[in-house]
């Protein structure tokens, strides 16, 4: 259930600077991963704020603006796909969170992060932190900032459409839909698809052609 649980516990443990990470965006064909980290004031309610998954695009709109008003600081931050392509996917999650961590203007001395994956090969979080497995259904700082990180990300893809109108990312934000393979089949890809996350449908392409 969401609540302050998890901030109250690391009160307690003597943190002062407490803030809540996630990422958006770790399985689309397309695209960076996108992490944000918020700092929110101690107690503070915000209606409707729930894991950005359990909640409609306009309510997220909402929130977006709400959280970096009453937000004692937050950040975000992205990882692209070319880069995503040499480190892997893990180790562009976890670089994209640190990066976000440090982009708050006020410090942090605990982080909250969503899920149970602190480093990977190439990058590790450095901040003193812990993780929450469905953080982002049980911690109002992890909700937000996944808030902040789904709603940049989806902002990003909305725009990317423009550029590369074929793929329509405006509608699956870079997820493999049945719409998208059809435009990967008809165009190929593009340089905001992920050459590694296409090795599979490459290899099936190569075996039909």
Same mark, same amino acid.
């Given at each position: 259930?969401?609540?302050?649980?998890?901030?109250?516990?690391?009160?307690?443990?003597?943190?002062?600077?407490?803030?809540? $990470? @996630?990422?958006?965006?770790?399985?689309?064909?397309?695209?960076?991963?996108?992490?944000?980290?918020?700092?929110?004031?101690?107690?503070?309610?915000?209606?409707?704020?729930? @894991?950005?998954?359990?909640?409609?695009?306009?309510?997220?709109?909402?929130?977006?603006?709400?959280?970096?008003?009453?937000?004692?600081?937050?950040? $975000?931050?992205? $990882?692209?796909?070319?880069?995503?392509?040499?480190? @892997?996917?893990?180790?562009?999650?976890?670089?994209?969170?640190?990066?976000?961590?440090?982009?708050?203007?006020?410090?942090?001395d605990y982080a909250l992060v969503d899920g149970n994956r602190d480093h990977g090969s190439r990058c590790a979080l450095?901040?003193?932190?812990?993780?929450?497995?469905?953080? @982002?259904?049980?911690? $109002?700082?992890?909700?937000?900032?996944?808030?902040?990180?789904?709603?940049?990300?989806?902002?990003?893809?909305?725009?990317?459409?423009?550029?590369?109108?074929?793929?329509?990312?405006?509608?699956?934000?870079?997820?493999?839909?049945?719409?998208?393979?059809?435009?990967?089949?008809?165009?190929?890809?593009?340089?905001?698809?992920?050459?590694?996350?296409?090795?599979?449908?490459?290899?099936?392409?190569?075996?039909?052609?």
């Amino acid at each position: 259930m969401l609540g302050w649980e998890l901030e109250e516990a690391a009160y307690a443990a003597g943190y002062a600077a407490v803030c809540g $990470v @996630d990422e958006a965006g770790a399985g689309p064909l397309a695209g960076p991963v996108y992490a944000a980290a918020v700092i929110l004031p101690r107690g503070l309610a915000l209606p409707y704020l729930n @894991d950005s998954k359990q909640v409609t695009p306009k309510r997220r709109e909402a929130l977006f603006g709400q959280i970096q008003e009453q937000a004692l600081a937050w950040s $975000v931050a992205s $990882v692209g796909p070319a880069e995503i392509d040499e480190i @892997d996917i893990l180790n562009a999650r976890i670089k994209a969170m640190q990066m976000a961590v440090d982009g708050l203007g006020t410090a942090a001395d605990y982080a909250l992060v969503d899920g149970n994956r602190d480093h990977g090969s190439r990058c590790a979080l450095l901040t003193a932190h812990e993780t929450a497995v469905k953080g @982002d259904s049980r911690s $109002v700082s992890i909700a937000a900032a996944s808030i902040l990180a789904k709603v940049s990300r989806d902002r990003y893809m909305t725009e990317a459409a423009a550029q590369y109108p074929q793929y329509g990312f405006e509608r699956h934000k870079g997820y493999g839909t049945k719409d998208h393979y059809a435009a990967l089949e008809a165009h190929g890809a593009c340089p905001l698809h992920r050459r590694s996350f296409l090795k599979k449908w490459e290899v099936r392409r190569g075996e039909q052609g």
